[in-house]
């Protein structure tokens, strides 16, 4: 992961994962190839993403491995996401859903989550609506 990449996790992922709750692990760099850079669970959910610098960038593109285990890991149950600047707001709108339709997610937690959105992503946070 770049260094690029490790700023954006910090200052956005990792607020959320926090307040959510969420317990997490981040993979050090050259460790076992093609595992995601971030191993989660929430409660009995297993989480893995992929921290990419951006959608099409070609200095750190997804690859063939990446591909293959995230597949693997969603064939085992696992909630997988490859997670960029610009679907970051899609991704954390998918973990709500989740959350949401697996009644794992209290009120409050849920306030603290959109606040940490909110944050990261003033002029494109999701609406109550747009969660439903």
């Not at 954006?8 to 992922?13: E, M």
């Not at 009995?44 to 990419?52: A, G, N, Q, R």
Request: aromatic share 10%; net charge positive.
């Amino acid at each position: 992961m770049s260094k690029t990449e490790n700023k954006w996790r910090d200052s956005v992922l990792v607020p959320f994962f926090k307040k959510m709750g969420i317990v997490y692990f981040i993979k050090e760099a050259g460790t076992i190839r093609g595992l995601p850079d971030i191993v989660a669970v929430y409660r009995s959910t297993p989480i893995f993403l992929e921290v990419k610098r951006g959608k099409s960038c070609l200095t750190h593109p997804r690859t063939r491995l990446q591909e293959y285990q995230m597949k693997k890991l969603r064939d085992a149950g696992a909630k997988c996401w490859f997670i960029y600047p610009e679907n970051a707001r899609e991704v954390m709108k998918d973990l709500f859903i989740l959350m949401l339709t697996e009644k794992k997610i209290t009120e409050i937690e849920f306030s603290h989550a959109l606040l940490v959105i909110v944050e990261a992503f003033p002029s494109s946070c999701p609406s109550l609506n747009e969660l439903e």
